[in-house]
């Protein structure tokens, strides 16, 4: 590697060069003096601390009260406040920076604070940074002392504020979520203070399968006193590690000075990233040299693709169509809120993976860059959103932190090849009683702020295609359903302002039968052929505790009507859930100009304001539970449809308990055929259709039964077991 750098750099005259010590970042996690409330001069060193907490990051003050649902309704002021704790916060920490960093530059790095978050060094304001779910940065460099303790102070508010989001469907857990550290680079250095990025961006202007042309931007800073001649050199290795090409190009830099490089590149026949077929990445090493040293190294992903959305064939990557469907996550766990683990990621990640997922919608704000890297890793397709849910407030503040996290968001993620969406907002309204009334007028801030959204990730990334998450379409307008009054929809303009659209539909959960989607959505596809349409979310809840012996198939549809409006009550069992799945997704497999399909969601999250199914606090649409220890039946009817895993499931397993001596069998799987045993007794096989398999006047006899069921996938043998008592 060397020595092909010395290559390179003959034609700048720079005939050696030593290496600098990489950048540091240090962990900075570990014993934070804790205390919620806010504390004068909390920022001081004079402060005793005594009798607050001593804690290790990442952290929250919402890990049990924002899953608990509403204690004390007096306290609720909105419809989705809940009552958790939201206000201020502080953390202390002493630490002793190293004598060794005397003339780098110095930043305290947090991955994730929500969501005003005020830090103070030795007494003194370093920064406010404004948003809940970016990486931000602020210079310690000249109040910093090396050689003696130091103290970081932080205030952190998780109130309601004028940014985005303004109200929304979960919690807003409040805290030093994710890690923070120090980071620590050469005066010349590639740009740390881009709004936390890389300072590198890989932009791919043209690919195809015979050759890519990538134009890398390099930022670079000079904080030293003098100018500075630097060269910029980029070299791009496969994946074995071996460099298939370089390129280097000079600088000059005034003191307190920025500027950017530009060296371009082509790469004949490049291997490409191609989903979960094959996620192939290459990796771009950017080094800075001046004065025959390297001052400043980064590394980035670069996964080449190419990709479309097609109004009748839908998503098309590399130039062949690929069904994306998938799932939305929340990053919050029980008793954890949202400060999770990278180990807790990669177990998300798994499940998602093993249900067969090809794209996740990165639902309602930017996640941990470990959860980017997963699916640059893994061939995930992705769909990252700002947080702009619900509410519009009729706010200069609240419009530009909007734009401001959309800039963080791009910047932060540009290199991800798994992303090929910006999302630029999530069923917007101007007011809450227009977002309550669910069809109402939607004023136009909403519409002013996703044209402005949709203008701004444009400007920073035009490689990318922009989306919305909308409740309504263009106009009012009806639409029939066999036995239901003719549904009516009122206009959401902002719809139209990005490239690609999706409507989060409920069909047989909130409103209509499992399966009306397919009506709904030919009636768009028809009235607005060259419109790009998925489904950003479809679910139905489901309490792992509550079942039902219950054909839903063959319920007269007014039965249906009164079941579907157990969605906001204590009734959600497990089995309608699964039935749900069933007829929606029937109706979305056969219809390939729906260009995304995103179940909401993979995974129970905390909604502290609702009240509904088994458990206060809770929204269960998940396919898993919120421990992430159970996976649902309707995880298996997914598994079973999209992936290539041997999947064979009896469902209602843990409805062990029956009073009905006749009833119904219903397996999951992707077998051609599967045989059915009851005490020992075959039922015969049956034809699996739709990932499903059904025995109807099945007898249980008094006592314990025993549930068997077997299939031959693959030329391997498999099985499933359970056991049912009939009181």
């Not at 579907?564 to 007829?583: C, D, L, S, V």
Request: glycine share 6%.
């Amino acid at each position: 590697m060397k020595i092909k750098l010395l290559l390179s750099l003959c034609f700048i005259n720079l005939l050696s060069y030593s290496r600098a010590e990489e950048r540091i970042s240090l962990n900075i996690n570990a014993n934070w003096a804790y205390v919620y409330g806010d504390v004068k001069d909390a920022e001081l060193d004079s402060l005793n601390t005594a009798q607050w907490s001593t804690l290790n990051l990442p952290h929250t003050w919402n890990a049990f009260d924002g899953q608990d649902g509403i204690k004390d309704k007096a306290s609720v002021t909105s419809r989705m406040s809940g009552d958790y704790a939201r206000g201020t916060a502080w953390y202390r920490k002493s630490l002793v920076g190293s004598l060794e960093w005397q003339g780098k530059q110095i930043y305290i790095q947090f991955d994730g604070a929500n969501r005003r978050t005020d830090v103070f060094v030795n007494g003194s304001l370093v920064g406010t940074h404004i948003g809940g779910n970016a990486c931000f940065r602020f210079d310690l460099t000249h109040v910093l002392h090396l050689g003696e303790p130091n103290l970081i102070a932080v205030r952190v508010n998780n109130e309601g504020n004028d940014s985005i989001p303004h109200s929304a469907d979960f919690t807003f857990c409040g805290g030093i979520y994710r890690d923070v550290s120090l980071v620590v680079t050469d005066a010349l250095q590639i740009e740390t203070m881009d709004y936390a990025s890389s300072g590198v961006y890989l932009k791919q202007t043209s690919v195809t399968n015979k050759s890519a042309l990538v134009d890398v931007t390099v930022k670079v800073a000079n904080h030293t006193a003098r100018a500075k001649d630097a060269a910029v050199h980029v070299s791009i290795s496969d994946a074995t590690g071996t460099i298939i090409a370089e390129s280097s190009t000079l600088v000059s830099i005034l003191s307190g000075g920025k500027t950017e490089a530009l060296l371009p590149f082509t790469l004949k026949n490049p291997h490409l990233w191609n989903g979960r077929t094959d996620p192939y990445l290459y990796k771009a090493h950017i080094e800075i040299v001046s004065a025959g040293k390297v001052t400043d190294m980064v590394d980035q992903p670069l996964g080449l693709r190419y990709f479309k959305v097609d109004p009748n064939l839908g998503f098309l990557l590399n130039g062949k169509h690929l069904d994306l469907h998938g799932v939305s996550r929340h990053q919050d766990r029980i008793n954890k809120g949202w400060a999770i683990s990278p180990e807790d990621d990669r177990e998300d990640f798994s499940l998602i993976k093993e249900v067969g997922a090809t794209a996740i919608r990165v639902a309602h704000y930017q996640q941990s860059q470990t959860w980017y890297n997963l699916a640059d890793e893994t061939g995930i397709v992705m769909w990252s959103e700002v947080p702009f849910v619900d509410e519009a407030t009729p706010s200069a503040d609240f419009f530009n932190n909007a734009l401001e996290q959309m800039r963080e968001l791009i910047r932060q993620n540009y290199n991800h090849p798994a992303i090929c969406f910006w999302g630029c907002g999530n069923e917007n309204s101007d007011s809450t009683q227009a977002f309550i009334a669910g069809m109402g007028i939607y004023g136009p801030m909403a519409q002013r702020l996703i044209q402005a959204l949709h203008a701004e990730a444009k400007a920073e990334d035009p490689t990318r295609l922009t989306t919305y998450a909308s409740y309504h379409t263009e106009e009012k307008y009806s639409f029939s359903i066999p036995g239901m009054a003719n549904a009516t929809y009122q206009g959401e303009p902002q719809r139209w302002y990005t490239d690609v659209t999706a409507f989060n539909k409920y069909f047989g959960w909130y409103y209509g039968e499992a399966g009306d989607s397919a009506i709904f959505l030919d009636s768009l596809h028809k009235r607005f052929p060259t419109q790009c349409i998925g489904v950003s979310e479809y679910g139905a809840g489901a309490a792992l505790t509550q079942h039902e012996d219950v054909d839903y198939s063959s319920t007269p549809r007014v039965a249906m009507n009164y079941r579907r409006a157990n969605a906001f009550t204590k009734k959600h069992p497990e089995e309608y859930q699964g039935y749900y799945h069933e007829e929606t997704w029937k109706a979305f497999k056969t219809r390939p100009y729906i260009w995304v399909k995103f179940v909401w969601n993979m995974f129970d999250f905390a909604s502290d304001f609702r009240d509904e199914g088994d458990t206060p606090g809770r929204n269960d649409k998940g396919l898993v539970s919120y421990d992430r220890k159970t996976r649902k039946d309707a995880f298996y009817f997914y598994k079973a449809s999209w992936s290539s895993e041997p999947v064979l499931h009896i469902t209602s397993a843990r409805f062990t308990n029956r009073t009905q001596a006749t009833t119904s069998v219903k397996i999951y799987s992707n077998a051609s055929e599967v045989e059915l045993s009851v005490n020992g007794i075959s039922y015969g096989k049956k034809a699996v259709d739709n990932g499903t398999a059904v025995w109807k006047e099945v007898k249980l006899t008094a006592g314990s039964n025993a549930i068997h069921a077997e299939a031959l996938i693959e030329d391997k043998q498999i099985q499933d077991n359970c056991q049912w008592t009939l009181n």
